[in-house]
């Protein structure tokens, strides 16, 4: 079994940054899409920013784009996430995930807390 281990959350002032990171406890194969999802109280989890590792294509959520960036250094089994800008709407859990539609594993982080102070 795999597990993604997320850290780098916590508490920052509005305007802010983080960077957030996850790695898989092992090696992965045939990773299709590496991504962060995030999710604040009484809402669903809605996607922040995912990475194609076949051609490298990203996607940002709009209230995330020219703020978040996504990276990934797949030596290390770890995907990064810069947080700049931050705004109190920022607030939430962030998980990461690693899919692989070929090897069928749909893996998710335990969360990392991430608040935005006004």
């Known amino acids: 079994q795999v597990q993604l281990v997320e850290s780098g959350g916590g508490l920052v002032q509005a305007g802010g940054s983080l960077r957030l990171s996850c790695a898989a406890s092992?090696?992965?194969?045939?990773?299709?899409?590496m991504g962060w999802y995030r999710q604040a109280p009484g809402k669903q989890r809605e996607l922040v920013a995912s990475m194609q590792m076949s051609g490298g294509s990203i996607k940002y959520a709009d209230s995330t784009k020219g703020r978040f960036t996504i990276s990934a250094d797949t030596a290390k089994n770890t995907v990064y996430l810069q947080m700049n800008s931050l705004k109190p709407g920022d607030t939430a859990v962030y998980y990461c995930?690693?899919?692989?539609?070929?090897?069928?594993?749909?893996?998710w982080g335990q969360g990392t807390q991430v608040t935005v102070s006004s």
């Open positions: 092992r090696s992965l194969f045939s990773i299709t899409t």
């Open positions: 995930n690693v899919y692989s539609a070929l090897r069928m594993y749909d893996y």
